[in-house]
């Protein structure tokens, strides 16, 4: 039900306050307050403030049913038609902090759930004949559908459904079955399409199970950030324990007791998928993989039993400060034995995020390059002592420097931005000194952030990857060291995002002293993150909605399908300001067509890239293509023909002959000595991956040309950088 953007953006950490801003509102509940705190921030801080009008009521109004019910699978038109009148009322409630449009929205979706779930169970007792009506199809995409005319026309709309998830889970069986594998070869067909409708019956029930957990506050986020997004689409409402997983994510640390949960919906309760090595769970030695919590206790205080619980609840009570103790009422899987399970948190690092380095080469014979891989841009902002970004590649470059690398390639491929800050320092370990993006808040002039230190850390070839899930912070880097003429960038063009968030607590808006009517204290209200800037690259333009173009086109599986920012609801516009000087004697890039025409010629007869493109144009025929039959024999149809073009691209995705992919020594070193099995065969599936990249060989390639045809100043020309 809820909207979150799938990027970490570019955000500057704060500890602003905006109550002073905020007038002190009068006693009311929560909600209000809420509404209030948030409107005010948006519209005291957003970059481009919006007018609250009709029209912005109807881009709200919009948002929000399109998110409310997005697979059309419980509103009627009926249901629609008595939210209609609100379409362009919803300014003026926001204003007045009224919700009544939400209240009968979220009514309206109550009713229709619990029909809905009486129709489910209707129409899976009913018989499910595959070989019937040839051209019966189901649309899969809830945008392209309409809303169902009336219950009946629903009701339909539901047995469609249940019957493409029987029949596509029949499909695989029979499949199965002609493969003989174990657990089919020996069924008849009537068997397989009973275990298909029990393990449909299972998914729909665990599915309305969810749903009854949802709590009024998980929709109220939907509406909300439907407000908030018609301002831009990174700006969004945070309910507190969202926040905290976004602080998580950005700093790779978390005080806890180092256990992945999962809900178990068949008890209601929440179960131990993972123990974290190393972590307090690990050390304290009780808690085990498939163990089910009952209660949580706070030290010695009364456990709380946690049935039926939402997962974001359970977890901010396992949560909590450092050398503080959590007691854990547990059902052991092993013997279903109850036990109670004192673990005291401590910090736990979450290191998948973090920079990591290899060498690579053509071959044995071949120059050793660097490979730096950088998930996102995080940044500890609370701990000094914490994982930054540039500090962590830095030590990578480094590394990578000892041993004797002719080049390096830095991997910005998904990273989707973290930290302003570090992105302008990780730019400045590449060039003497000098601005590396301009900053502009509304109504101000640009803010000029610069490299200030004149050495430079690594003055050696230098290529970025890049492709359309880079964005904000990836975007600034690829921008300024193409600008420079400093690296060459390869890839496809970026994700378009060029704004900066920041984060606002609401309760210090709203003020402390607040309190409901009853006299309690309002509290908890959240986050929001508001977009208060644009960035633009040194010569003036702007990544915004463009993105940054590479030097060097490399086809990848997503080149024809629109993920961009241009392709968000309501993005902010492309704009431009002036150039600021810049300029670098670092390198001298030349032959850059040269070296550009090679690589086209080479991906020209590259087989692998050929399947690269075939299958980059069968994913957007996919994403267009959203209606499926529903006779079996078209279906079996369709999904041949589907199977046969990836099968087709599997094979092409292999080791490539020749292509060398190590750990540094002292790399290698530390994961086989840690004792942490999971690392182990995290680092073995990532060499096996690299190995298997065709973009990133093109990228060696690249290299190879560039070592051959640029210019650079030896290491020990360079100051060094402390």
Known sequence: MKFRNIFLMTVVASGVTIAAFCPKPAPADKEVALLQSLMTALNQLHFSPQMMDDAFSQKVYKLYLDR??????????????????????????????????????????NASMTKVEGFYKEVIEMPINFSGNENETIEMDGDKKPYAKNDAELKDMWRKMIKYEVMTRLANKL???????????????????????????????????????????????????????VFDPHTEYFEPVEKQNFDIGMSGRLIGIGARLQTDLETDFTKITDIM???????????????????????DKEPVDISGMDINEVVSMIRGKEKTEVRLTV???????????????????????????????????????????????????????????????????????????????????????????????????????????????RNDRPDVLNDTDPSVQYGGPLVIMVNEFSASASEIMAAALQDYGRAIIVGTPTYGKGTVQRFFDLDRAYGRSGSTANGEPITNLGNVKVTIQKFFRVNGGSTQLKGVTPD?????????????????????????????????????????????????????????????????????????????????????????????????????????????????????????????????????????????????????????????????????VMPKRD
């Open 175 to 229: 499949e199965d079955k002609e493969k003989g594998k174990a657990d089919t070869k020996d069924k008849s067909e009537e068997e397989l399409k009973k275990a298909a409708l029990t393990e449909t019956t299972k998914q729909y029930n665990d599915y309305f199970k969810r749903l009854k957990k949802l709590k009024r506050m998980d929709r109220l986020s939907t509406y909300l950030n439907s407000i908030a997004n």
């Open 331 to 441: 059902k052991a899987k092993a013997d279903g034995k109850m036990k109670v399970i004192p673990i005291i948190r401590e910090e736990v690092i979450v290191d998948e995020g973090f920079a990591k380095s290899l060498i690579i080469q053509e071959n044995n014979n071949s120059d050793k390059i660097g490979y730096i891989k950088l998930p996102k841009f995080y940044a500890d902002f609370e701990n000094d002592n914490g994982h930054q970004c540039a500090e962590d590649v830095a030590v990578e470059v480094d590394k990578l420097k000892k041993a004797g690398v002719k080049g390096i390639v830095i991997d910005l491929r998904n990273n989707g931005g973290g930290s302003l800050r570090d992105v302008v320092k990780m730019s400045g370990l590449f060039i003497e000194q000098g601005p590396i993006v301009q900053v502009k808040a």
């Open 68 to 109: 409310i019910d997005a697979g059309r699978r419980f509103y009627t038109q009926a249901d629609v038609e008595q939210l209609k009148p609100y379409e362009s009322q919803l300014d003026d409630q926001i204003k007045a902090f009224d919700y009544t449009f939400f209240n009968k929205s979220e009514q309206l979706l």
């Open 552 to 716: 060097i086109i490399l086809p990848d599986n997503y080149m024809e399908v629109p993920v961009g920012e241009k392709d968000n609801e309501h993005p902010m516009p492309w704009t431009s300001i002036n150039p600021v000087k810049y300029g670098q004697s670092v390198v001298d890039l030349k032959n850059i067509p040269l070296i550009k025409s090679n690589s086209e010629k080479r991906i020209k007869n590259n087989p692998t890239f050929a399947a690269i493109v075939n299958n980059a144009k069968r994913m957007k025929a996919q994403r267009d293509n959203t209606e499926y039959p529903l006779n079996m024999t078209a279906f079996k149809a369709y999904e041949a023909k589907q199977e046969a073009l990836v099968d087709a691209y599997k094979k092409a995705i292999k080791p490539i002959d020749g292509f060398l992919a190590d750990n540094l020594a002292e790399d290698f070193a530390a994961i086989k000595t840690s004792n942490d099995s999971s690392k182990i065969i995290r680092n073995t599936e990532w060499l096996k991956d690299v190995k298997k990249d065709v973009q990133l060989y093109e990228t060696l390639l690249i290299m190879k040309d560039m070592v051959q045809n640029a210019t650079f100043k030896t290491a020990a």
């Open 277 to 299: 090595i190393g972590g307090p769970a690990h050390k304290q030695g009780e808690l085990k993989e498939g163990d089910i919590i009952m209660k949580v206790a706070q030290g």
